[in-house]
């Protein structure tokens, strides 16, 4: 979902579909496009990591309240004759990718009045034939843009102005859907803790206009599907939130997704309902949530879609939370996805922030694409150059995003070493900045960072692995994927320039592998379904020797564990899982993971 007030409670004199906490602000000056950010063109590299790789634009809502920050929110992915393009919320523009990979930036070639002044929020993409059409999320009359070239920006109006929609506000949150079978056309919306997903059919000749009147799809229940509460760990009381439609069609079934309870949390996630016709009526898929990520250094995985590579893979989208500066300052994560045989739709998000494989053939399996490379820096020591009081340089190998390393100035050459405590053959290297205090309010800001990684054996001689010196983009979240692995202990980040005042890194992530052996499966593996909630399960287990930490795995059957959750060792050994739906059979298991690999997975426990 785009914006809204992270505290709002239904009031019965207030409309949440129309109160002004739920509309983006008006936003002025948002992209900064500078040449030679990003050329598209293939690096070698063969990986990405989650967050993904792009030059996150400043948003500018909190601009009043002196708050800076970047942010993407509400991702569509749209496969466009065979190359890619991402829309996120409030971006100025969009990214093209041939590979998934690498992402340029893409300003809208529009007139002024043709463009938002408000921007996109959520807004909505679709690919069909040879046109790619375009809407924003409104609860005015907005128009729809068509382009062949979305590669070069240029836009037209398909429909200059479409009408308000008949039955329902909005559409806020929409997704646009074509059905190639029936050479039909729909829309469907809805961002509410109130009202449910909406649908419509369109029609296509006369400008995809609307057709009769909105109907009601289906709603949340909370009371029944336990993931769909809000809060951390769905432990707030706030009635939670329906949005970010999306329609897949599937060997001749509809899966209509969506997003709950919230995106201020960890447990923002994706479920979808299934249905024999584009309006319903829809049945609840059983193995909800679809797409689910409440532990781990990025969590949330809500509001996105799902899409198809050019190798036949699925995919779905989501939105991570930050919430440094702003509740709603988010990024865009990317998971493998598909339907198993009996059709349930699933993405796979266990190990969902380590490298991951882009595939360039068809797989069989989402497990395929996990590189096996492990996190190599958890807690490790770090020494800096320098460092504010407060901000530590260890809170870099902490793995949460909203802690943080700041340096006492933003000037070249501060430095950051982080010791891995033994040689370990490095693969890849993430450096997550962080808009701390940030001033980033002019359009003429040059918004862009640049860095340097340094390796080391003993800490004394250095080696260059990966030079960012003459970047002229912005890469928040910049993915290093090396060359070739490195054997080494220490690894090394050396500042250069950001557009901020203060050099502030919330993690430097390493991966690769450690000598040694994978950890044993955890022992002592127990689950317990909530006498008094069903939507709850306890599971605990026995501590593995060397442990970095343990994902807890579940599903509705054996060998459909679709659902992660990561708990790090020096965590306590149990968890509460919140997200089960009552009178649903459930199979648990445990596997451990450290800097060598993962453990086999403990026998699945059942709980009814």
Known sequence: MAMRNPSLRPDKNKNPMTSPSRICLIVVGLAFNFAGRCTGESTGQKTFCNPIDIDYQYNFEQKANHISYRSGADPVIVNHKGEYFLFVTISGGWWHSKDLVNWRFVKPDVSPHEWPKEDMCAPAALSVKDKLYLFQSTFERRPIYVTTTPENGRLSLFNPLLPYVPGAAGPWDPAIFYDEDTDRWFIYFGSSNLYPIYGIELDYTNQLTYLKTAGELFTLHPELHGWERFGRDHRDSIKPFMEGAWMTKHNGKYYLQYAAPGTEYNVYANGTYVGDNPLGPFKYALNNPISYKPGGCVTGAGHGNTFQDNFGNWWNTGTPWVAVNFNFERRIAMFPAGFDADGLLHASTRFGDFPHFVPTNKVQSTKELFTGWMLLSYRKPCTASSYREKFSPTNVTDENL???????????????????????????????????????????????????????????????????????????????????????????????????????????????????????????????????????????????????????????????????YQVFADQKPALEIRALTVDQEYSFAIEAFNESGVSSPSKPGKIK
Request: net charge positive; aromatic share 12%; proline share 6%.
């Open 402 to 564: 909203r802690s943080f390393w700041v340096a006492e100035s933003s000037s070249p050459g501060q430095w950051i070493d982080i010791d891995l405590g033994r040689p370990c053959e490095v693969r890849a290297v993430q450096v997550n900045f962080t808009d701390y205090k940030s001033d980033i309010y002019a359009s003429d800001t040059r918004v862009f960072t640049q860095f340097k990684l340094h390796e080391s054996l003993d800490g004394k001689n250095w080696n260059v692995i990966a030079d960012l010196t003459n970047e002229k983009r912005d890469r928040p979240n910049a993915y290093i994927e090396l060359p070739k692995p490195v054997r080494t202990r220490h690894i090394k980040y050396e500042h250069v320039y950001v557009a901020s005042p203060n050099l502030a890194i919330s993690d430097i992530r390493v991966f690769g592998h450690s000598d040694g052996k994978p950890p044993a499966t955890p022992a002592n593996f127990k689950v317990r379904r909530d006498a008094k909630d069903a939507r709850n399960a306890f599971v605990s287990w026995a501590r593995v020797p060397g442990a970095v930490g343990y994902n807890i795995l579940w599903g509705i059957q054996d060998d459909k564990l679709y659902q992660t």
